[in-house]
């Protein structure tokens, strides 16, 4: 069974930047893909990015070139860099397994 916690998240000005990671508890981390998803309040969870057990990394195109997701495979932790931030980044943002795990989720705010 692997767990994910997450942390990061918070409050944080438009065009500021804000660093998320989630630790995975279990031997397989390096073998997994793993993502980023996020929840606005009245919309459906997104994806945000993926990163592969190689290397790959996959955008949603909201993020594109603001966003970059990267993994610390010796720590068992993915991160989530996110800069030039937007009000409509305000969201919970969950890290999830390609195993179907799922962590309790992280809030972050933008105010304008």
């Known amino acids: 069974q692997i767990q994910l916690v997450e942390s990061g998240g918070g409050l944080v000005q438009a065009g500021g930047s804000l660093r998320l990671s989630c630790a995975a508890s279990g031997s397989i981390f390096g073998l997994l893909g793993m993502d980023w998803y996020r929840q606005a309040p009245g919309k459906q969870r997104e994806l945000v990015a993926r990163i592969f057990s190689g290397g790959t990394t996959v955008y949603g195109d909201s993020v594109k070139g603001r966003f970059t997701i990267s993994r610390d495979n010796a720590k068992n932790t993915i991160y989530l860099q996110m800069n030039s931030l937007k009000p409509e980044d305000t969201a919970v943002y969950y890290c999830?397994?390609?195993?179907?795990?799922w962590g309790q989720g992280t809030q972050v705010t933008v105010s304008s």
């Open positions: 999830h397994s390609e195993r179907g795990h």
